[in-house]
């Protein structure tokens, strides 16, 4: 009986290792191939150690200039529906029945509605405004609003759950206490639902950098990270990808590493915490 | 949180009619218009010339969808069996590939797939004929593996993890083996899981336009990349194009609700249903 249950466990552990190589063995080769000198530009033989496609990545402007648009955009987009899908969710939380399964049927529509055709639709609108109210054309505007869009329902469904386990008396007691309604929301109500409202807010700034699908329908000509590799993956060899997968992956394990240092912390702290 | 709830989500509402409803209303308009704007029913029969693509997409999505399902299911049973703390790891290293864009996951398996590529010259060095890989409708269904695994493993992770450890202790001391525990208590308990797993599989993979056109070269057409000429690439028709997308919709929408049959309900407030 022991044997068997070794046996087992042992399987189990082989599976998970087999999944993880599958996982993890493309990104790694990535990783070793941003290293690789090479001449020929082959992209799968290796020529010896060299740093050069790091150099060439830190020189070329329009890569800053995409990630700076990145950066901005997932900034805006991050903020502005954080703060609008909070206060949605505190609206949607005191509805009566039926308008809040109107409400959460448009908001899960964008989620469950091929990202594809989220993209198309929204480059129709974009183009069709422009047409009728002139206008610059596609840019960063529609890029931020398209952003925001679709955001949007990851934050309210990061933060509706964390409404529904709070006391709705609190509200009331702290009101009942003399309490303005404003102060009560930052003094009572923020603070119950703000685990929600952090997740929605990271949530929302890492989808909209990594975007590409919406980005490309709604870009007009600016470019985006997602949209630049986009791009240098049309040519035919370009080790430079490489060299900047691997600069995003060590800026999101050390982002995850930060966040979960953190979160232990917190652990520490109050250990009955749901993530 | 009663007070001023229709005030509170005024602007989401605002925001959603503008940024999701009307451009969904836009593309009906342009699917059942012609260039100058008149009624016609040609786009949406047109679509018919296309319904090779369509068949593929949909089996592509489908075989990819099913291998996820086979290979994530005793994966996040593995995981949900171990330690809490280990758990945690696991499920940040299933999320850690996530992270990193797509476009540059999908191009890794590039490097790996191709005729000189590492998995050729691996098995050339070893004395195997190269077998050619890239450019076919197994590359395309690897690609939508890799990318969309994770939406599959994780929700049954946490399904499979909340499974109360006494109904699987009770069934086993009314005499049940492992294999009637298996699927008698543990799969329908999980079913939740499966589904919002084949979902968040089955709706990317069947839409997507990048995957087929990295790895599938010209030959594996799929509805997105119809799609993507309509819009932004050669066979400029945004009419045709509105027309597809429409397709693609409804499609989607008639696969998701039959998923729903297999559901009692349950995740019907925050599970994405629609309708």
Not at chain 1, 72 to 80: E, G, Q
Not at chain 1, 201 to 213: E, H, N, P, R, Y
Not at chain 2, 39 to 58: A, C, D, K, P
Not at chain 2, 165 to 176: C, F, N, T, W, Y
Request: charged fraction near 15%; aromatic fraction near 10%.
């Amino acid at each position: 009986m022991k044997k068997a249950v070794t046996v087992k466990k042992a399987g189990g552990r082989i599976y998970t290792f087999l999944i993880f190589l599958f996982l993890y063995a493309p990104i790694l080769v990535l990783i070793v191939f941003s290293f690789n000198d090479t001449e020929t530009g082959s992209r799968a033989v290796w020529g010896g150690f060299s740093l050069r496609w790091y150099r060439k990545l830190f020189e070329d402007r329009l890569i800053l200039e995409a990630l700076r648009n990145t950066l901005l955009i997932a900034v805006v987009a991050a903020v502005v529906s954080t703060v609008l899908g909070t206060v949605a969710a505190i609206g949607i939380n005191g509805m009566k029945r039926l308008p809040r399964r109107i409400m959460m049927n448009i908001t899960n529509f964008p989620m469950v509605n091929p990202e594809i055709v989220t993209g198309v639709s929204l480059m129709l609108l974009f183009v069709s405004a422009v047409r009728l109210f002139g206008g610059r054309s596609l840019g960063m505007g529609s890029l931020i609003a398209a952003h925001i869009t679709f955001c949007l329902p990851y934050v309210i469904l990061s933060v509706l759950p964390k409404l529904r386990q709070m006391d709705p008396n609190l509200y009331e007691a702290a009101q009942d206490l003399g309490c303005p309604p404003v102060k009560a929301f930052f003094k009572v109500v923020l603070p119950e639902i703000m685990p929600g409202v952090v997740t929605g807010m990271i949530m929302a700034f890492t989808l909209s950098i990594d975007d590409f699908v919406i980005s490309y329908f709604t870009s007009g000509t600016t470019q985006t990270l997602p949209i630049y590799i986009y791009s240098m993956t049309r040519k035919r060899i370009s080790p430079e990808i490489n060299a900047l997968s691997t600069v995003l992956f060590a800026a999101v394990m050390a982002l995850l590493i930060v966040v979960n240092v953190r979160n232990l912390k917190d652990q520490g702290r109050q250990p009955e915490k749901e993530v | 949180m009663k007070p001023n709830s229709k005030l509170l989500s005024a602007p989401y509402t605002v925001w959603m009619t503008i940024f999701i409803i009307v451009p969904m209303l836009l593309v009906g308009y342009f699917a059942f218009t012609d260039k100058a704007g008149s009624f016609t029913l040609e786009n949406i029969l047109s679509v018919g010339q296309y319904s090779n693509v369509f068949l593929r997409s949909i089996w592509l999505g489908a075989v990819a969808t099913a291998i996820s399902l086979l290979l994530g299911y005793p994966f996040a049973m593995t995981i949900a069996r171990m330690s809490a703390k280990r758990q945690n790891v696991m499920v940040m290293l299933v999320m850690l590939p996530m992270w990193m864009n797509f476009l540059l996951r999908t191009y890794a398996w590039m490097t790996l797939l191709e005729d000189n590529g590492l998995i050729n010259n691996a098995l050339a060095a070893i004395g195997l004929p190269r077998v050619h890989m890239i450019n076919t409708a197994g590359a395309v269904v690897l690609g939508m593996v890799y990318n969309y695994i994770p939406y599959m493993i994780l929700p049954l992770y946490s399904v499979l993890t909340k499974i109360d450890r006494s109904v699987i202790e009770a069934a086993q001391d009314l005499g049940a083996n492992s294999a009637q525990v298996f699927l008698k208590v543990v799969v329908p308990l999980s079913m939740p899981g499966v589904i919002s797993g084949v979902t968040m599989v089955f709706v990317p993979a069947v839409s997507t336009f990048i995957i087929s056109k990295m790895l599938g070269g010209g030959g594996n057409l799929l509805i997105g990349d119809l799609i993507d000429m309509q819009f932004l690439g050669s066979a400029y028709n945004p009419n045709l194009g509105s027309a597809v997308s429409l397709v693609l919709m409804v499609i989607i929408l008639i696969c998701m609700g039959i998923m729903n049959q297999f559901d009692d309900g349950e995740v019907n407030e925050k599970g994405g249903m629609l309708l």
